[in-house]
């Protein structure tokens, strides 16, 4: 339990900041421009949070692949692996980019944007794409830190962001009333600042990580490692990416109820960040150190690790659902004063409590299932989670039961607890012990 909070107090408040810094462009957009500038950083935040599937699969693979590396004693695969990966994600970044670019009017038309943000939406989107690259950049050197068991320093470089942000926000949105273009450049800008600085200062202190880096490990990749790294990272990516996918969809239908829907299912989607504030933490550590601990065959502690992350998540989950039942009205209002998307706010509560429970629930399996580095468990998941479960029970409330975008929300919040599932039947079947 000690190591483990010690390990996830950074993650949890990088975590923090993170949601607090994409926050800050809904806040601040929001309270400036009503209804129509929240719906258009809610459309264009969930196009730019779908092209980020690849970073977040792939460097989530990647931590686990070099902190199973130090756990078997093989520090030095460490330089030639951080190169490969690197590499292999920038040219991801940059597809990704310009693919977005490409076809970005057609991406808004699919997700049913209402006509009086689409402009805005437009803005916003154009510029996260332009700056996918910083994204990838700041997960992969944040990655790297991490697997190899420092998650102080990413803390230190997202303050350094978040605190930019919200600088820029205020200067770009209040001050010289650029919109949504304003609130997205400040993202770009303060994600760039972050990655610039996480990245000197590994270089700045490669000797202390046992990394000794060479121009060819990024120019010539390691075959071996790569396969490596696509075999564990595509089922984490594809669960990332049908996760999103998921919520592009639900969206799409939620956005079609008008400009107050839409503009309310952005208000959703910060509070369904802020339900995995704890988890998303939680499973970072629990992943690390399961694959450290897998690696050096002490499955002991690899339960040990599973009772503790059950404690710290469920605990945490219900103080945050009495939050939420206690202040709906407070909580819902730090986003906006329209009245219209207020009025969607009560019946959303108990939707909350659930995705709350469900990410707890999730971050336990998780960290066993990532961790453990098999594949397969991860593919099921990734399908089951992000496809079947949650565009199958959302169309099931939210048409078939006619619940409308109520009916989305829930069928998302219930298809939250598919890993937890997937993950005990993992945990009982024993397989989670061999290589």
Same mark, same amino acid.
């Given at each position: 339990?000690?190591?483990?909070?010690?390990?996830?107090?950074?993650?949890?408040?990088? =975590?923090?900041?993170?949601?607090?810094? =994409?926050?800050?462009?809904?806040?601040?957009?929001?309270?400036?421009?009503?209804?129509?500038?929240?719906?258009? !950083?809610?459309?264009?935040? +969930?196009?730019?949070?779908?092209?980020?599937?690849?970073?977040?699969?792939?460097? =989530?693979? /990647?931590?686990?692949?070099?902190?199973?590396?130090?756990?078997?004693?093989?520090?030095?695969?460490?330089?030639?692996?951080?190169?490969?990966?690197?590499?292999?994600? %920038?040219?991801?970044?940059?597809?990704?980019?310009?693919?977005?670019?490409?076809?970005? @009017?057609?991406?808004?038309?699919?997700?049913?944007?209402?006509?009086?943000?689409?402009?805005?939406?437009?803005?916003?989107?154009?510029?996260?794409?332009?700056?996918?690259?910083?994204?990838?950049?700041?997960?992969?050197?944040?990655?790297?830190?991490?697997?190899?068991? +420092?998650?102080?320093?990413?803390?230190?470089?997202?303050?350094?962001?978040?605190?930019?942000?919200?600088?820029?926000?205020?200067?770009?949105?209040?001050?010289?009333?650029?919109?949504?273009?304003?609130?997205?450049?400040?993202?770009?800008?303060?994600?760039?600042?972050?990655?610039?600085?996480?990245? !000197?200062?590994?270089?700045?202190?490669?000797?202390?990580?046992?990394?000794?880096?060479?121009?060819? +490990?990024?120019? $010539?990749? +390691? $075959?071996?490692? &790569?396969?490596?790294?696509? @075999?564990?990272?595509?089922?984490?990516?594809? @669960?990332?990416?049908?996760?999103?996918?998921?919520?592009? %969809?639900?969206?799409?239908?939620?956005?079609?109820?008008?400009?107050?829907?839409?503009?309310?299912?952005?208000?959703?989607?910060?509070?369904?960040?802020?339900?995995?504030?704890?988890?998303?933490?939680?499973?970072?550590?629990?992943?690390?150190?399961?694959?450290?601990?897998?690696?050096?065959?002490?499955?002991?502690?690899?339960?040990?690790?599973?009772?503790?992350?059950?404690?710290?998540?469920?605990?945490?989950?219900?103080?945050?659902?009495?939050?939420? !039942?206690?202040?709906?009205?407070?909580?819902?209002?730090?986003?906006?004063?329209?009245?219209?998307?207020?009025?969607?706010?009560? *019946?959303?509560?108990?939707?909350?409590? &659930? #995705?709350?429970?469900?990410?707890?629930? $999730?971050?336990?399996?998780?960290?066993?299932?990532?961790?453990?580095?098999?594949?397969?468990?991860?593919?099921?998941?990734?399908?089951?989670?992000?496809?079947?479960?949650?565009?199958?029970?959302?169309?099931?409330?939210?048409?078939?039961? /006619?619940? *409308?975008?109520?009916?989305?929300? #829930?069928?998302?919040?219930?298809?939250?607890?598919?890993?937890?599932?997937?993950?005990?039947?993992?945990? %009982?079947?024993?397989?989670?012990?061999?290589?």
């Amino acid at each position: 339990m000690r190591q483990l909070l010690v390990f996830s107090w950074p993650l949890f408040l990088s =975590n923090m900041l993170q949601v607090v810094y =994409n926050m800050v462009d809904m806040i601040i957009v929001g309270n400036r421009y009503g209804k129509i500038g929240l719906s258009a !950083v809610s459309v264009g935040g +969930d196009v730019t949070n779908f092209l980020t599937f690849l970073a977040i699969g792939f460097a =989530n693979a /990647g931590q686990v692949i070099i902190a199973k590396y130090i756990g078997a004693g093989k520090r030095d695969k460490l330089s030639r692996f951080v190169g490969t990966m690197s590499a292999f994600l %920038f040219a991801c970044a940059l597809a990704l980019s310009i693919l977005g670019l490409v076809f970005r @009017k057609e991406i808004l038309a699919l997700m049913n944007t209402p006509a009086a943000s689409f402009s805005g939406a437009m803005a916003y989107s154009t510029v996260c794409m332009a700056g996918l690259v910083f994204i990838y950049g700041y997960n992969i050197v944040s990655a790297v830190l991490r697997g190899m068991g +420092d998650s102080k320093h990413p803390f230190v470089f997202i303050s350094v962001a978040a605190v930019l942000n919200l600088a820029l926000d205020v200067i770009f949105v209040y001050i010289f009333d650029m919109g949504p273009f304003g609130a997205a450049l400040a993202t770009v800008m303060s994600q760039a600042v972050s990655f610039i600085c996480c990245t !000197v200062f590994l270089i700045k202190h490669r000797e202390r990580f046992e990394l000794a880096f060479d121009v060819e +490990d990024f120019t $010539r990749w +390691d $075959r071996e490692m &790569l396969s490596d790294l696509v @075999k564990l990272g595509t089922p984490m990516a594809i @669960k990332s990416a049908s996760v999103q996918f998921s919520k592009l %969809f639900v969206n799409s239908w939620i956005n079609s109820y008008g400009t107050a829907v839409s503009g309310f299912a952005g208000i959703a989607n910060k509070i369904g960040s802020i339900s995995n504030l704890v988890s998303a933490a939680m499973n970072t550590a629990g992943s690390t150190m399961m694959g450290q601990n897998l690696a050096a065959r002490r499955y002991d502690r690899a339960v040990g690790i599973m009772r503790a992350l059950a404690k710290v998540t469920l605990s945490a989950a219900a103080a945050i659902s009495l939050i939420i !039942v206690i202040f709906p009205s407070q909580v819902f209002r730090i986003f906006t004063s329209d009245s219209e998307v207020l009025a969607l706010g009560g *019946k959303y509560v108990p939707i909350a409590v &659930l #995705l709350f429970f469900g990410a707890a629930c $999730r971050a336990i399996m998780n960290a066993l299932i990532n961790g453990s580095g098999n594949y397969k468990v991860n593919f099921a998941t990734a399908i089951l989670d992000g496809i079947v479960m949650r565009i199958g029970l959302a169309l099931l409330f939210g048409l078939a039961l /006619g619940m *409308k975008h109520y009916g989305f929300w #829930l069928g998302d919040a219930l298809a939250g607890f598919t890993p937890f599932w997937v993950g005990l039947i993992f945990y %009982f079947s024993g397989k989670w012990k061999k290589e």
